[in-house]
């Protein structure tokens, strides 16, 4: 029962995000309240589908370049020729996240301009230390029994890592990806500050003309593409970890 | 057949397994016990390389392992470890087949040779084969452990604590079973255990380790007989010397012909079971001799208690 | 007595002989060498300062050698290859850390200077800043000082100290005028009265409305514990709260309070209004509740079933299990939560200036209106020390809780 109603929640959820995407003007007499002084209810200084496309995308870019460079530096650390590295690693990835992400964004301005530049540095940047503990996490939790097991059937330490270990500490990475691609949504809103295409312009726009409509539909348009994207990456996590019999890991 | 040769490993400063030599003829199973902490892991681990000696020479049909890369060596030996070690991603019929996939055989060759190894082990391939590892029992995801042990048709098989983690009456079970596979492939295995009734058991050599060192490497006879060193008779249990001695004795090679002045004794045992369990039948009947009776179940000669007496009495 | 000693054992042997093999390819320190080649390749090729004619001048770049006198170059070089030879062949992590903050002394000795050397007397237009390449030795050096810090392994006390002493350093060299010189500091000085203006309204922003979240959020996940058909509605209500991206609700709690304050005038005496503060205040609070409350829940939660049985068992009330059970070792897991919240609004706390809720965040954004990078410096910096301080605290209190019930 509950399940139920929780799935034609989503149902309805994603019915309502993309008929609003594709036609806002529908969705007008809602967000008229909003409005005052013969305001516009409806963003219309450009196109809500391809803002939501390139804030969807730059999202998707960065927590995959973040997933890739923050899970080869976990194997990394986790073989042996690369402990030495380990400390330094964990902590530069947690100072890290004490940047805030307005810091960021101002700082790497001057470095690569403005545009989707910055905001990609940051989202990539802020990615790093979820994924990157879950993956040490995922890595150092396979049962010392099955590592031997493999070295003992005569893996190669590349068999090893890519048949027994990665596929088993998958879950947990995926657990990272979906924190930091939860984070990476909402700050990426922020990454129109410094004019990044994205749906944050939506919401400046709002602020700049005092238009509390825009600043709504902003908003609540970033929060269901963050709560469907959640909620679709958790029933992923979810099925492989039914499928292995794996301990959950629920980390919200 | 396996050779050890002053085979040392230190660790730092402390020699876990020091100066043991020993050989391993083909077919034989060797019982490696100690307490923990003795080096019998250690050892074992040696001979498929997860271990490297600090010094000393092991070789396997005369040919030194080192020589082989350390990969490629142990997809040739068979390797079982306590709490099984099954890749909790792969389905038991992917467990089993992992060596024959490193090793490159044909499909089709495969399938066929996990359900063999699954009817080997008395599990049903259609029930089981498609089945995760965290949805069997402990009894059978040791059995799936020695399947995929025995998957590339190994000469040498090693195992350490291979029941450790199994309750006592499936462990008995899981020991018979094991010994009848081995009768049946002729496979070298090496087992190592804290266990001594499980060295006894199995062993047709047995190996009494204590701090890293080798006290006495023989069978099971001398063991008791001839106890090398205090220790060893101390770890066999020296008051358990005869029991353990009338365990090595089947009924049936003790059986004496019937006498035809006298009346068949009115209980049996099987000629399979032991003079040890012949001599508990005694015991609780209260009578004075028992009928040996063959696998058809006719008796084929019989054991009186004079005689288990004289098989227990010491050398 | 002891069954793991066996697999221990194995563990090390498989290591041992690669180990050795390792080392005897490189015998250097790797993670020192790696760093001391950063290091070296940063003062070769990068700019060591930079020299604008004016605030908005494209800059000059100039070398390390021509920053700084013939002499005080040689000094800095070879200070720089003592702290690389530190780096590369000694292992232990106090000499590491020795090194390593002798070099960032050194370097910040050389920044003043250079600083100094390249201002004209009595110009007020110039401006000087440090380039990549002391930018990257300096982060050099603090990787190094780290990773000596991590093996270390201090206790939390001792953590608190040494942030005590950095701070102190800082504050010594800000107060000596060592950077008065460089355009950062120059920025400031024209804006010292607004600087601690805003440094007090950001610290009561993100200090402020973690203590709020802390006085509501606690007793919602006592609550939540205490009553599990609460906790799931609760909990999912909070986590659709963090979804809302925050220059968003910022954005949309101005109407409310806006409308607040028309009906209620008295409330605008404390400082409630459509714009500036209150918004932020409160959207501040919103996004803190959810991992108080959380942590609070899992914290109570982690207890163990045995424990509490016990504790029943013994007569206790459900009030006493929850004071003298549950909450004493729940509070670990609090303090985190607190942690993620405190470093995460003063973060947050940048944004509220999109909304006129002053903070730091007022300098970064007019910096980056004017592409003044000083000015965006100005209101960045302070907000990462500010929330690297508040990390390493409350990490140590987190620890020093944890120490004696494990």
Redesign the interface.
Known sequence: MKVSVGTIARLVGAILLAAFLVRPEAFAPLFAPLTSNGAPPIYRQGNLLALAWSHFQIVVFATLASTLVAVSLGVLVTRRSGAEFLPLSRAVVNVGQTFPPVAVLALTVPLVGFGDGPTFIALFAYGLLPIFENTLVGIQQVPAAVTEAARGCGMTPAQRLFRVELPLALPQIMTGTRLAVVVAIGTATIGSTVAAKGLGEVIIAGLLSDNTAFIVQGGLVVALMAALIYDAMLAAERSIILRLGLPANERE | MIRLEGVT?F?GERA?VDDVSLVVEKGEMAVVVGR??S????LL?MI?R???PTSGLISIDGRDVSTVP???????IG?V?????????RTVADNIA??PR?LGWPRDRIARRVSELLELLQLSPARFSGQ????LSGGEQQRV?VA?ALAAGPDIV?MDEPFGALDPIIRSKAQDDLKAIQARLGATIVLVTHDMDEAFRLGDRIAVMEAGRVLQYGTPRDMIARPADPRVAELTGSGEGALRLLALVRAGDAAEPFDASTPPPSHSVPAGASLREALASLLWTGEGELAVTGDDGRPVGRVTLASVLRHGRSP | MAPPAKAVIGGQGAGRPSTARGRAAWPADRLGSLLAAVGFAAAVLLPFMIVKANRIASGQPHGLADSLSRAGAAELAALLAVVAGVAMLVRAPTVRLAAALAGLAGLAAAVSHAASRFTPPGDSFARVSPGAGAWLMTAVLALLATDALARLRLFPGARVAALALAIAACWLAFRFGLFDQLSVMREYANRADVFAREARWHLVLAGGSCAVAVLIGLPLGILCHRAPRLRAGTLQGLNIVQTIPSIALFGMLMVPLGLLARSFPVLSQFGVAGIGGAPAFVALVLYALLPVTANTVAGLAQAPAAAVDAARGMGMTDGQVLREVELPLAVPVILTGIRIVLVQNIGLATVAALIGGGGFGTFVFQGLGQTAIDLVLLGAAPTVALAFCASVLLDAAAEAFEGPGS
């Open positions: 490993r660790y876990v923990s902490g080096g019998k892991s250690t681990r498929n997860l271990v490297e350390a990969h490629v060596l142990r997809r040739g390797y470890i306590q709490g099984h070690g099954l890749f909790p991603h992992t060596v490193l995760y590892p965290h949805q452990g995929r090693l």
